[in-house]
C-alpha cells in the first residue's frame, strides 16, 4: 500500500526515504489513476525506465469480476505497489476492495507510512481526536445537502464526536455556504484545503466567527471539512 503526495512534487517532504527506496525497485503497480501514477514514479526515479513498468488500474469503474486478475502477479510471487490517486491507498479509495480480497488470498497487505489528507486534517483541527467519523461525499442536491448537514451536526452534538467529510471540489463553496446558514452558531467548523501544498490552509472556529470572517477561496481545491457540535 504505496501512498503518494497530495497534489504537489515536494516528494521528499511527505513520504519517507525507506518508502521512496522501496517503491523505486518495484515494477509492477495497481494505480487508481495511470496519468498521475506516471508521473509520481519519474518523480521518484524508479530502478526501470517508466515506460517499462506494468501498471494495472483499480479505480471505482473496476468490477468485482475483474479484481482477481489484478491479484495474478502477486500470486507468481511478485511484489507489488498499490497506489491511490492521492494520498494513502484504501483510505476513501477503492484500492480497499483488492486488500480485502488479498487478505483472503492469505496475500500479505503492508501499509506504507505517507500522507492522509483526512487524518492531517483532523491532526490539525483542534477537534476531537478521541471520537470521529468519515463520512465520504455530502449529498450534491441543496436541499438533501440541507439536510444531510443538519443530521451530522445533531450526531456530533449527540455524541461529541467530530464529523469529517468531503465533497466534489467545484462544490466546495456551496457547502461551506449552506453550513454557515443552516448550523448553530457554536458549532466548530474546520476548513482543511490543499493539505500539504503550498496553498494549504486549516481554518477552525465556530460558525458564528465564520460568519464574520472573509470565506477561503475553495473552488476547485481539495478541501476536507470538520464539523463539531
Not at 511527505?14 to 496519468?35: S, W, Y
Not at 479505480?59 to 479484481?67: M, V
Not at 467548523?189 to 458564528?208: D, G, H, M, Q
Request: contains cysteine; neutral net charge; hydrophobic residues 40%.
Amino acid at each position: 500500500m504505496l501512498p503518494v503526495t497530495l497534489g504537489s512534487d515536494n516528494v521528499l517532504q511527505v513520504l519517507p526515504q525507506e518508502v521512496i527506496q522501496l517503491a523505486q525497485g518495484l515494477d509492477t503497480f495497481i494505480v487508481e489513476n495511470e496519468k498521475t501514477a506516471r508521473r509520481f514514479l519519474g518523480l521518484i526515479k524508479t530502478a526501470k525506465p517508466v515506460r517499462e513498468l506494468s501498471l494495472l488500474t483499480l479505480n471505482e469503474h473496476t468490477t468485482d469480476a475483474e479484481l482477481p486478475g489484478l491479484l495474478a502477479p502477486l500470486l507468481a510471487g511478485k511484489h507489488v505497489g498499490l497506489m491511490s490517486e492521492a494520498g494513502c491507498p484504501g483510505i476513501a479509495d477503492p484500492g480497499a476492495r483488492l486488500a480485502e480480497l488479498a487478505h483472503r488470498k492469505n496475500i500479505r497487505v503492508a501499509p506504507l507510512v505517507g500522507p492522509s489528507s483526512i487524518l492531517l486534517a483532523l491532526m490539525g483541527s483542534g477537534l476531537n481526536g478521541q471520537r470521529f467519523t468519515f463520512l465520504g461525499y455530502i449529498p450534491s442536491d441543496k436541499q438533501a445537502r440541507i439536510h444531510r448537514i443538519k443530521e451530522i451536526e445533531r450526531h456530533s452534538r449527540q455524541h461529541q464526536e467530530t464529523q469529517i467529510f468531503i465533497e466534489t471540489p467545484y462544490r466546495n463553496q456551496h457547502l461551506l455556504e449552506d453550513m454557515l446558514e443552516h448550523c448553530a452558531p457554536e458549532t466548530r467548523l474546520c476548513v482543511a484545503r490543499n493539505i500539504s501544498l503550498p496553498t494549504e490552509l486549516i481554518l477552525s472556529k465556530p460558525i458564528k466567527d465564520w460568519k464574520k470572517s472573509e470565506l477561503p477561496e475553495l473552488h476547485k481545491q481539495p478541501t476536507v471539512f470538520l464539523l463539531l457540535a
